[in-house]
């Protein structure tokens, strides 16, 4: 696997170091990014506030993102990544806990491009990272990167 920039959006450590661990052991260098609220994913990927020293033209080849996020949720996250021309062709995966159909109906109306419940039992879940990064960042032809 190739490095990607890669974009996590989510609030709990525990989750985000997990995350990190799963693709280390999956394998491929890539550069993941984390934030811990909403409003914070808006700023790096719009490179504005904090994040404004940032090349916006940098944005993640993927972009995982919870839906309980402090701030602004993830809905609104989504909403906003696919409002904004700069960013509405990113690939978003929703990588969270919740298996509601309400929320996996709610987040594809929003334009994710996947849902995914986060598996429980770390080997499944590094498995599941795996298969996330071999799919999204390898075989996937996304926009501009065809």
Not at 76 to 79: G, K, P, Y
């Given at each position: 696997m190739s490095a990607?920039?890669?974009l996590l959006v989510e609030d709990n450590p525990d989750d985000v170091e997990l995350t990190r661990l799963a693709f280390a052991e999956a394998g491929g260098a890539h550069r993941l990014h984390a934030v811990g609220d909403g409003a914070e994913a808006l700023d790096y990927l719009l490179a504005r506030?904090?994040?404004?020293d940032r090349d916006g033209a940098d944005l993640p080849a993927l972009v995982l993102l919870d839906l309980n996020l402090p701030r602004l949720d993830g809905r609104?996250?989504?909403?906003a990544i696919?409002?904004?021309p700069a960013t509405r062709a990113l690939q978003v995966v929703v990588l969270t806990t919740?298996?509601?159909p309400r929320d996996v109906d709610q987040a594809?109306?929003?334009g994710?491009?996947?849902y995914i419940q986060k598996p429980v039992e770390f080997e499944r879940f590094v498995e599941a990272v795996r298969q996330i990064g071999r799919?999204?960042?390898e075989l996937n032809l996304a926009p501009g990167r065809g």
């Open positions: 990607h920039h890669i506030g904090r994040h404004a609104e996250v989504l909403q696919r409002a904004d919740s298996a509601e594809y109306a929003l994710a491009n996947s799919y999204w960042l």
